[in-house]
């Protein structure tokens, strides 16, 4: 057969690459012109004897995929197949023909290398744009920004098939770039800690790239980027020797970008970074506004203070990380209402700046703002002679300038430092000198912040407030004569809270007021009850002494006896010494008034602070009670029974009051108080505080705990 011949089993199939070869042999016979050229043979003679797989496939032996098995004479068999040698596609035709009486296979072969290539493209982005959907879904979905963002990167990540994805944001201001988010393959060690604050210039040819091309990828990490530069070090450093990544930008302006190391799918596909990256240009602003009133949160915005949400976190920071010692200063301006009302707010507004700036002036230490004009000062780890000489340096700041007038109060201490008692302190200081201001103060800038007010009034109403009853006795008869309220608080996990951990805080929230006359309360329908079964006790209850400043603190108390038909006669109000800091006029009428109602008023831990003796002259109480402090020193220690005999001397002779002991732990100080003439007792050696129903038994029984 002649070449001619050998064409005219193929008319029709001018565009295939076709050959004829022995079906046995394997011989070739025949190539078309286009399959020659496609093979590079210039005439016939040169391919004639050659094996087919060879030249077609570049195989020693026959195919392994060969199709001779599959083909008959009267069918055609149709398959793909990409072509090693070629690197191309094809879709192939393969049929049996005789020949000159010679089986022979004849393929016709189409190159289908582009619409195969279209097709992949095509599914390629649709899966783009469903990894897109799903990782703008988690952005969007998710509060928590670290893991929208990470889940969003290991979407893009698993996507390219790459080691790495991630996050870089620049700034600008101190010309560094940092890797904020990152996400990367099982096996491949997170690199994020060592990428951070690199020096922009670093990156200049990305950033150029990026403006140039919208993108930047290295396809060869060892031949694209010069060894000299420095991101070569740091990619080789990490392994990478390929990358891509598309710009995050804001205006214009490159502000970071997004890109995977090593991918290994879709490498020349930057559809998806590109289409994601507007979306996360968007998401980190949007987490940007917030870090931003976050930190705005912290601040007061007239003074730039750190502000009281900050002073919180720090004394909370403090139960688990106390300082060694601690000076706080509470400085309080004085007649701030006054300067408001008669000279406008603005003038006020400069007060509090000045106010402000005066106290920042003292170094090592931090500032809060903590209320309208309340500001407070915390010196950690200062030792007392320094804090003592800023203190005094403070002071003598505002004595130079005639219109900031500032109430400050300050302590001092270190070692196991209990930090609401130290507040507390501090504040009562500064109360101290501020009495003439008190009242007026009061009405306004002392007033419960809204908020705080109203959630101790739903936690009264949710009854997360208990009253415990501690009994107290009659030393000589050993009977019990009534019991002191003691409040509680009932945690998230019904545990209970003991008062000195929230007390002080509502003191200076001045929402004390809400507690205590809800333990009143409390108490008088306690007594109802009581009276009904024939039981006449007297209850002491705690008034913080800024309940005892609510304007109609008189009318309350009287309004709740009436309520409950509750007998002042048996009812004592128990007060701190720190009563003795408040406006002594003020107080004077309150006790007289409620005195003549036929309550009784008892001073509470007497010998604990101050030790004010004068405090016994300016008022008049029915019991002094005595501190647990100076109880629990009594035995084997003659002074400590010196200070307490004479204590309770001076109380009967100078006062004409009777005593009271408080937290009586063992029998020894139970006999000594007794000698002493001490009338009543309270402590654990009796009974610890219970709850209503244990008391109510202990009374029934007439006996002890
Ligand atoms: P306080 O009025 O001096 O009450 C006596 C405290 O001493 C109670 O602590 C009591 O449990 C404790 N105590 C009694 N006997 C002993 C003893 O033998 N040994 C020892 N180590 N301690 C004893 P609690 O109940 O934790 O109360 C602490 C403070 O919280 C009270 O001191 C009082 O100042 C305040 N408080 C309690 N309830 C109220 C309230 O309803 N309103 C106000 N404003 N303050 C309250
Ligand atoms: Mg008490
Ligand atoms: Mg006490």
Redesign the pocket.
Known sequence: MKHKEYDSLIVGKENAISYIADYNTYELIHLTQKAMELFKMKSPEEYRGMKCYKLLQGLDAPCPFCTNDKLSLDSVYKWEHFNDVLHRWMAIEDMLVVIDGRLCRLEHAYDITDQRRQIKRLSDQLTVEQILVRSLNTLAASDDYSLAFNSFLEQLGRFYRADRAYIFEIDYDKRVVSNTYEWCAPYVTSEIDNLQGIPIKYISDWLKKFKETGEFYINKLDTDINHNREDYNILANQGIESLLAAPLLTGGRTVGFIGVDNPTNATNDMTLLRASSDFVVEELKKRRLIQKLERASYIDMLTGLNNRNRYMEVLKGYETNPPKSLGVVFADVNGMKTANDTRGHKYGDRLLIRVSEILSLAQNCHVYRIGGDEFVMLFENVDKETFDKKVIEIKGHFDQDPDCDVSIGSVWTQDEVDINRQIIKADELMYAEKQVYYRSVLSNGRTARLGISEEVAREIEENRFV??Y?PQINIKTNQIIGA?????KKGDNGEII???RF?PYY?IEGV?SH??L??FKEVCAAMKRWRNQGICLNIC????RV?LMMPDILNEITRICEEYEASPKNLTI?V?ESIGKMDQAYIKNLFDALIDRGFTISL??FGSKYSNLSILNDLKFHTV?I??AL??RLENNEKSQIIMRNTIRMCHELAATQTLA????TEGQYRLLSNYKCEYG????FS??VAFDVFDDMIKRGGKE
């Open positions: 009253v415990y501690q002191e309220a003691l409040v509680r003991p008062p000195d007390i003191e004390i507690v205590d809800f333990v209850v705690n008034f913080s309940t128990e701190t509470d831990d009670k501190d647990k109880v629990s408080e937290g009586i732990e309270q402590g654990f050696f610890r505080p």
